[in-house]
């Protein structure tokens, strides 16, 4: 009995060992909505602004998958500063095509203050000295997040917690 035990316990753990863990990613992505206080009034400005935010931001989220292509701005293929141009433009707001050009646009802002439909600016690049990756706040809660097209996985969203981001994190910018 003491063998068999063995044997079967040495099979659970040995294939257990082997076996590859598969990772998947979720394509489907929830944006909340940012939860205001009753008593808090609102100005026409801000509901107008807010509004604003939300459709660039569900402009985007249209492209979530979209593979990453270099000056790419199609469901094609896409890049980082291709998708916030294209979100902007679809909802009539003329804004420049890359991303150190946007950089130098709007009110630079702390991270504490920042609030959807705000941009996220990176230096992802070892040798270059020059933003060359921008991102669109989706949501902000316990983390910031954030949409953009990375070579790697095409357009997604991303946390600022996540360490990668965090380290190449420059500037935000309000621009809405």
Not at 129 to 158: A, C, M, P, Q, Y
């Amino acid at each position: 009995m003491f063998k068999k035990f063995y044997i079967l316990f040495l099979t659970v753990l040995l294939t257990g060992c082997f076996a590859k863990k598969k990772t998947t990613y979720s394509k489907t992505i929830t944006v909340k909505s940012s939860k205001e206080k009753p008593t808090e009034r609102i100005t026409k400005k801000e509901l107008s602004k807010n509004s604003k935010a939300n459709q660039v931001i569900e402009t985007a989220m249209t492209f979530t998958g979209v593979r990453y292509k270099f000056g790419g701005q199609t469901k094609k293929g896409m890049d980082c500063s291709g998708l916030i141009f294209v979100a902007l433009s679809e909802n009539d707001i003329a804004f420049p095509r890359v991303s150190y050009q946007m950089a130098n646009q709007g009110k630079r802002i702390k991270i504490k203050e920042v609030q959807k439909g705000d941009l996220l600016f990176f230096k992802t690049s070892k040798r270059g000295k020059n933003i060359n990756h921008v991102g669109l706040v989706v949501d902000v809660g316990n983390e910031v997040k954030f949409i953009h097209s990375t070579t790697s996985r095409g357009v997604i969203v991303s946390s600022l917690r996540e360490g990668y981001w965090n380290s190449a994190f420059v500037k935000a910018q309000r621009i809405l």
